[in-house]
């Protein structure tokens, strides 16, 4: 039996596979106005940020204003790339379909973002009335409040609570708001997160043995 009463999950590189996809439509945009930068880049300073602070970054490597257009072509952009090639994370169905505890999401994009990839990647059904984003209550990670939204809502205490990230970011917000937090590790190249996460695991189909160990 789980140790946790309520499962918070990050949404993108957690449940949906669109980190990849994201960043390398940012760094194509940053690179078309000379920012000079690739994916490892972008993993390094874009994932998991409000995209207000990697507009500002980017805007700080050109050293002059975006296009006022930037954020609204980046969704564009993003969620075409989305409908063509995102994918489930590996195994996080199967996780899903025999967790038997409550969960939710709680993610920085905004909710029509968090539908949309939900949607396409099939996992939708599970998520109806248990969605919480940034972009509701206007705060975004590393602040923690988006968290404790999740939890309040759902009805739990934050120590009662498990978050599931997979960013520097995320990992720090669920600290800051008195939660356990496991890190995804699958695309955590520089073996970042395992300095500040709770427990790291590379693997889906290992998390339900995580939540009953002591």
């Known amino acids: 039996m789980s140790k946790y009463k309520c499962i918070i999950f990050d949404c993108d590189g957690v449940l949906?596979?669109?980190?990849?996809?994201?960043?390398?439509?940012?760094?194509?945009?940053?690179?078309e106005l000379g920012a000079n930068i690739n994916l490892d880049y972008g993993f390094e300073h874009f994932k998991g940020n409000a995209l207000s602070v990697v507009a500002n970054?980017?805007?700080?490597?050109?050293?002059?204003?975006?296009?006022?257009?930037?954020?609204?072509?980046?969704?564009?952009?993003?969620?075409?790339?989305?409908?063509?090639n995102i994918s489930p994370v590996e195994n996080i169905e199967h996780v899903l379909q025999n967790l038997r505890i409550p969960f939710c999401v709680?993610?920085?994009?905004?909710?029509?973002?968090?539908?949309?990839?939900?949607?396409?990647?099939?996992?939708?059904?599970?998520?109806?009335?248990?969605?919480?984003?940034?972009?509701?209550?206007?705060?975004w990670?590393?602040?923690?409040?988006i968290f404790l939204l999740a939890a309040k809502t759902m009805n739990f205490l934050p120590k009662e609570c498990l978050v599931i990230e997979d960013s520097i970011t995320g990992v720090e917000a669920a600290k800051k708001g008195g939660f356990t937090v496991f890190?995804?590790?699958?695309?955590?190249?520089?073996?970042?997160?395992?300095?500040?996460a709770d427990k790291t695991f590379v693997n889906m189909l290992n998390l339900p043995c995580l939540l009953t160990e002591n």
């Open 183 to 196: 890190a995804y590790t699958a695309h955590d190249y520089n073996d970042e997160l395992s300095k500040i």
């Open 57 to 84: 970054h980017v805007s700080k490597l050109i050293n002059k204003p975006l296009p006022n257009n930037f954020i609204e072509e980046y969704r564009r952009r993003s969620y075409q790339a989305f409908k063509e």
């Open 16 to 31: 949906v596979d669109s980190e990849s996809i994201g960043n390398q439509i940012l760094v194509d945009m940053a690179n």
């Open 141 to 145: 990670k590393p602040e923690p409040d």
């Open 106 to 139: 709680a993610s920085s994009g905004p909710e029509e973002k968090i539908r949309l990839n939900l949607s396409l990647t099939g996992l939708l059904s599970y998520f109806e009335d248990k969605i919480f984003s940034c972009y509701t209550i206007q705060k």
